[in-house]
């Protein structure tokens, strides 16, 4: 069993900046991939940025050159940078993890809102 805590969220203007943070607790051993997701109201949950656990990202297209995505293993810990937030960025963000490749686990969310 895996424990996500998502924090960092909040209102912002459009052009700025959030960091989002997630701290892992429990069986962080079988963590192999890890990534952020995030859903709107009425919406399928969208998969934004990945890390494995050997250190390749990936990113949605809609994200590229604007957010970053890293992993600090000592601490448990997974950030997302996000830059140059646009309105069409507001959305609930999830932290995710896989377990061994197979399991899944998810947090609770946290909400990012950027204003015109």
């Known amino acids: 069993q895996v424990q996500l805590v998502e924090s960092g969220g909040g209102l912002v203007q459009a052009g700025g900046s959030l960091r989002l943070s997630c701290a892992a607790s429990?069986?962080?051993?079988?963590?192999?991939?890890m990534g952020w997701y995030r859903q709107t109201p009425g919406k399928k949950r969208e998969w934004v940025a990945a890390v494995t656990s050997g250190g390749r990202t990936n990113y949605v297209d809609s994200v590229k050159g604007r957010f970053t995505i890293s992993r600090d293993n000592a601490k448990n810990t997974l950030s997302l940078q996000m830059n140059s937030l646009k309105p069409e960025d507001t959305a609930v963000y999830y932290c995710?993890?896989?377990?061994?490749?197979?399991?899944?686990?998810w947090g609770q969310g946290t909400q990012v809102t950027v204003s015109s």
């Open positions: 995710a993890s896989t377990c061994y490749g197979t399991d899944e686990y």
């Open positions: 429990g069986d962080t051993i079988c963590m192999s991939a």
